[in-house]
């Protein structure tokens, strides 16, 4: 898209950094709510954000003709069923955190953000710590209904807000059909970058009890495969370069035209 990936916050009093792209506030594992990880949660990024504006290190000017991407991942559910949550409480949960995200979404339209890009959830299904149980040949059908309950509450908030609002502020950046498009894909097809046995990592646990970067008296307790390019997964949540690729050649159009 000719966009340079923003600075890391952590990253911004470090020797030659520049914000000429902005700033990525997010941290790894974090969600709407507190999550399984130490670090800020959705609404504190924000917080981290409104304090840049405070210091006037971005001019009114900057944020006008800025986008802001949200994403939330699926890190909430993951902590929701660590927790003992049941599956009977998730639609209550669902509920909750997306209310929270629409509070969120609004707050940053009015620190003057004028374009908000808002990422759905993604297959969980068809993620490898869902698909091992099927031997990576099939996704979790209840994984994806639980995206798919998701996505559907959250794009009629931002429905709402973007009803509540003088211009569409808010658009919906279609993670789920993206994914399945980038997995579904056949060689023959244009653009396509074909994927092999896509719904196994690179790099995987060589038993269970363990995950991908797992080292135990010195030895690695994962493996990884010789090309990474050919996997549409990295781990057992995360794609690969690849994969994110293929991922973002299926929102092109849509995200260009946003833009």
Known sequence: MGIGSPIPFRWRKMENASIEYGMNFAFGGTGVFETLVSAPNMTVQIDLFQRQLQKTLFFKADINSS???????????TAYLARNGTTEGLSAFTKA???????????????????IAVMILQPLGCLPSETISYFYKNCSTSGNSLSLVHNQVLEKTVEKLNNKSKESVFVI?????AFLSALKKEAHQPGTMKFKDQLRPCCEAVTTGYKCGNVEGGKKMYVVC????SKFFWDDVHPSQAGWRAVYLALKSSAFSYI
């Open 226 to 229: 010789n090309n990474p390019n």
């Open 173 to 177: 950046l279609d993670m789920y059909r």
């Open 67 to 77: 986008i802001a991407l949200v994403s939330m991942a699926g890190n909430d559910y």
């Open 97 to 115: 955190m997306i209310k929270q995200l629409g509070l969120n979404l609004r707050r940053i339209e009015s620190l003057g953000v004028q374009k």
